[in-house]
């Protein structure tokens, strides 16, 4: 059974940073790839990084660029998202999901109907 569960979200200031986890469980993420969802109150959907965990691509959103850095652990099957100078506007429900390798992740950018396998989300909010 394909699970993925996301954990590490939380209250933090602005300026501060939390890591994201992704664990995946009924496959072998290497053989995946791997994305980040956020989803605001009364906004779309964005992709924010999404990682080819085979070693082909890798994308960041404009908008986290320089402050956020994916990686993936196969040897515990988990993928993080490590996110540093947080800002209010970073505040979000966070999601990661699965697409077949070379099928979700591109160097340009990454589209939600990609993917066929969805977490629960972990709520991240970035406020004083």
């Known amino acids: 059974q394909v699970q993925l569960v996301e954990s590490g979200g939380g209250l933090v200031q602005p300026g501060g940073s939390l890591r994201l986890s992704c664990a995946a469980s009924g496959f072998t993420a290497r053989y995946y790839d791997i994305g980040w969802f956020r989803q605001a109150p009364g906004k779309e959907r964005e992709g924010v990084s999404c990682?080819?965990?085979?070693?082909?691509?890798?994308y960041y959103s404009n908008s986290v660029k320089g402050r956020f850095t994916i990686s993936g652990d196969s040897e515990k099957n988990t993928v993080y998202l490590e996110m540093n100078s947080l800002k209010p506007e970073d505040t979000a429900v966070y999601y990661c999901a699965r697409a077949d390798s070379g099928h979700g992740c591109y160097a340009r950018g990454t589209h939600g109907r990609d993917y066929d396998y969805w977490g629960q989300g972990t709520q991240v909010t970035v406020s004083s």
């Open positions: 990682i080819s965990m085979s070693g082909g691509s890798l």
